[in-house]
């Protein structure tokens, strides 16, 4: 049957209608004349599902599928009623609908890419347990540049979470195996993975994060009043030839420092230096450390050169050592980390050597370094 202008009008109308349960009794009345338009079946299955009615809904959105002519390259229509459905369907019983659904919201999102709904299926994959597969559709959108520092969050919590849960089993097993040898037990435990022992760091580890300090804004208005070398030296600091050298602040989770054994840290950069200054927030469970006269941003920001520095971080039974490269915050950069600023160097996290193993950081990712 072919709709006429009214009935569309009538039809649109009524989607506007923000009361669920009012909304699904209007589009009931319109069945007969939307029989075969199969955005009809999602609409109306969403406002049973919005209403409380899920075996309506699932009901509407088979209805949908029956009607289909799957001649769109891609659907998005289709991709909302999955996952829709999903947030219906049981994880434990109805697994091969959900993964079916799964991979038609990934096959109709192939070219009009929306990461949100990638997202969501990369967090169905996880809840599902197949770290796999969500792995790989949150890598797909960090490649695109979507939403970078967000997909790296979710990447390091997730990663987290996996090597956590790896952890505690390989710890039950050993228990098992060594039939109480404590001894056995220690020797075994301790040659446990160290890439999954810092990714069950998660965002402890991750979020150790170089910045240059912020250079003094207060001599902006006093610049007819005092001599211009000495506003330019204010946030800054002089050494002999005239070289003018800024401070790096080092923020580090709150956590490390709340034992007794607590981290001794270094910075190199050129030279070595110890931290000159430390303060803590714990409301946002940060410890900043200050290493004044450290390098000179100009390097960076005028001249465009990438300098290597690192930190290490040691105490009693560990020691690890983080590499950052600083470098110009790019127009390109800036898309994929919106939050960063072209008036400040960029210190990037490369990589770590951890006892006595290199690993690299990739998007968020710790992975082998070769």
């Not at 200050?290 to 105490?315: H, W």
Request: with cysteine; hydrophobic share 35%; aromatic share 10%.
């Amino acid at each position: 049957m072919n709709l006429k202008e009214v009935q569309l009008e009538q039809y649109l109308k009524v989607l506007g209608d923000e009361d669920a349960k009012r909304r699904l009794g209007r589009l009931e009345r319109l069945k007969d004349d939307f029989e075969a338009y199969p955005p009809f079946w999602y609409q109306i299955g969403l406002a049973a599902q919005e209403s409380g009615q899920a075996p309506l809904a699932l009901q509407y959105y088979e209805r949908y599928e029956g009607q289909s002519t799957k001649v769109l390259r891609e659907d998005q229509d289709y991709v909302m009623l999955c996952m829709h459905r999903i947030m219906l369907l049981n994880r434990a019983t109805e697994r091969k609908t959900i993964e079916r659904d799964l991979a038609s919201i990934e096959r109709n999102t192939k070219y009009y890419y929306k990461w949100e709904n990638i997202l969501f299926a990369a967090l169905t994959y996880y809840d599902l347990d197949d770290a796999v597969n969500a792995r790989r559709l949150i890598q797909t959108s960090i490649n695109e540049g979507y939403n970078v520092t967000l997909h790296q969050d979710v990447l390091v919590t997730m990663e987290s979470n996996v090597a956590r849960a790896k952890l505690k089993g390989t710890q039950r097993d050993l228990v098992a195996s060594t039939e109480g040898n404590t001894s056995g037990t220690n020797a075994l435990t301790a040659r446990a993975s160290h890439l999954e022992r810092l990714r069950a760091l998660g965002h402890q580890l991750t979020d150790i994060s170089l910045e240059a300090s912020p250079r003094s804004r207060g001599g902006t208005n006093a610049k007819f009043a005092v001599p211009v070398y000495n506003v330019y030296l204010l946030g800054r600091s002089a050494v002999k030839g005239d070289i003018y050298l800024d401070d790096c602040v080092l923020h580090m989770p709150v956590e490390w420092f709340s034992t007794k054994d607590k981290p001794t840290v270094t910075l190199f950069f050129g030279e070595k230096h110890r931290p000159s200054g430390r303060s803590t927030d714990k409301k946002a469970g940060v410890v900043d450390l200050t290493f004044t006269r450290v390098f000179n941003e100009d390097e960076v920001l005028e001249k465009g050169k990438e300098l290597q520095c690192s930190v290490a971080i040691a105490n009693k039974s560990s020691e690890m050592v983080l590499r950052f490269t600083v470098k110009q915050v790019t127009d390109e950069l800036l898309a994929a980390r919106p939050q960063l600023s072209k008036d400040k160097p960029y210190f990037e996290l490369m990589s770590i050597d951890y006892q006595g193993e290199k690993f690299k950081f990739d998007n968020g990712l710790i992975l082998p370094a070769s």
